[in-house]
């Protein structure tokens, strides 16, 4: 029998939580540990800097590069606090969607994995290395290209030190509360991509009563 | 005898005056021509000059700075050699931009910097010094005001941008750059955090 990927949507933070916590241990992978120390090159069509608040926004075709990471987006707030640290918040116009890429460092030899988000903000800072993907989110993890899981929620915040990621379905008025999570079969035949689509769980059911 | 060195002093002086003026012209066709020869005729010529600008309250708006100052009479333009400009303004950060060459008009209302033009501005507790490079500077010094079409380099602490064509406020403190930009910010320093 072979494997199939498993898709269910997760109604509470906690739960999505906890899903993602599992996501995570399912897949020790780390992020490409020294992206957070090199230095980042940014490309756009135009900038302005507040040189009162020193908060640089660039706009057109904003591309920043840092290591493996990649982040794309049609504008880019770039700011250094006090302490040295950058802050960027990369966002999408017309309906599209920001992006953002990084390679995780190696754990089995062969095998390079990748972490590839989307969304209408995203936003990145070099004191957490942590990536927070706001409204439509969407973030797929890959394994020598082939994907391997998947998240969508309004808000995904994804903490590149600890290889984990934290969903929310409801920090946006609107949104229809859930959070989707898709898990690629671990016990394919290799090199077999993962198949979208698979039996959905609802898991929600199943969750303790007074869970948030 | 007397005549006759009087006569070969006459040749020098004379020959001395073509050569010169012969390599005015040149300079002024090859350098700051185009702008100097509708400017009018030279009435003055100062060097090692040190002007200061005041409002109409008395207060000092800018200092300027040239190994040469070349007045021209008809039009109040000025032709600068290595000029210096220092906004003065108590309420601003300090800015000076430098230059090889410069020609201001209307009474050094505008400036038009040439070559290795660098201006800087002063750091504070808020914001690390910042650094402008480029070929061609326009200024308005009253405003501190500083424009450029050519490429330039913006340092802001230890973070590098490039660009095709700037606008700086100064007073507004707002800095613009126009096309193609290219941006470098290195990692935090553990040593350095806002290194000049």
Redesign the interface.
């Given at each position: 029998m072979r494997s199939m990927p498993l898709s269910f949507p997760v109604r509470t933070h906690a739960a999505a939580l906890a899903a993602a916590l599992a996501l995570a241990a399912a897949a020790p992978a780390w992020p490409e540990s020294a992206d957070r120390y090199k230095e980042a090159n940014v490309t756009a069509d135009h900038s302005t800097l507040d040189d009162l608040h020193q908060i640089e926004v660039l706009t057109g075709h904003v591309v920043l590069i840092k290591g493996t990471m990649r982040m794309g987006g049609d504008r880019m707030e770039h700011r250094q606090d006090e302490r040295g640290y950058h802050h960027y918040v990369v966002t999408a116009e017309g309906g599209g969607l920001a992006t953002f890429h990084e390679r995780r460092d190696t754990v089995r030899p062969g095998v390079e994995s990748t972490i590839d988000g989307f969304a209408e903000r995203i936003e990145y800072d070099d004191q957490e290395d942590r990536v927070v993907l706001e409204r439509r989110a969407l973030v797929k993890r890959l394994e020598n290209g082939e994907l391997r899981d998947e998240l969508s929620g309004v808000r995904i915040v994804y903490d590149a030190r600890k290889a984990t990621y934290d969903v929310d379905g409801r920090s946006v008025e609107g949104a229809d509360g859930r959070v989707h999570i898709r898990i690629a079969p671990r016990s394919g035949a290799p090199g077999e991509p993962a198949k979208p689509g698979g039996a959905p769980l609802t898991p929600e059911r199943a969750l303790p009563e007074g869970t948030r | 005898m007397g005549e006759r060195v009087t006569s070969w002093f006459a040749i020098v002086l004379l020959t001395a005056v073509l050569a010169t003026s012969y390599w005015y012209a040149q300079y002024l066709r090859a350098g700051l021509g185009g702008e100097t020869a509708r400017a009018g005729a030279v009435d003055f010529f100062a060097e090692g000059i040190a002007l200061t600008a005041f409002d109409p309250l008395g207060r000092p708006r800018f200092r300027l700075f040239a190994d040469r100052l070349t007045h021209f009479g008809s039009s109040d333009d000025v032709d600068l050699v290595r000029p210096r400009v220092l906004s003065m303004r108590a309420d601003q950060p300090q800015v000076q931009a430098t230059a090889r060459e410069a020609h201001g008009q209307n009474n050094g209302q505008s400036l038009q910097m040439r070559g290795d033009v660098v201006v800087t501005?002063a750091g504070d507790a808020?914001?690390p010094p910042?650094e402008l490079r480029t070929d061609e500077l326009r200024a308005v010094p009253d405003d501190d005001h500083f424009w450029t079409d050519a490429p330039v380099r913006?340092q802001?602490?230890n973070?590098v941008?490039r660009?095709q064509g700037m606008d700086f406020d100064?007073v507004a403190?707002?800095?613009?750059?126009?096309?193609?930009?290219?941006?470098?910010?290195?990692?935090?320093?553990k040593t350095c955090?806002?290194c000049p």
């Open positions: - | 501005r808020a914001r910042m913006v802001s602490g973070n941008l660009s100064n403190r707002r800095i613009e750059l126009r096309r193609e930009v290219v941006g470098v910010f290195p990692p935090r320093s955090v806002r």
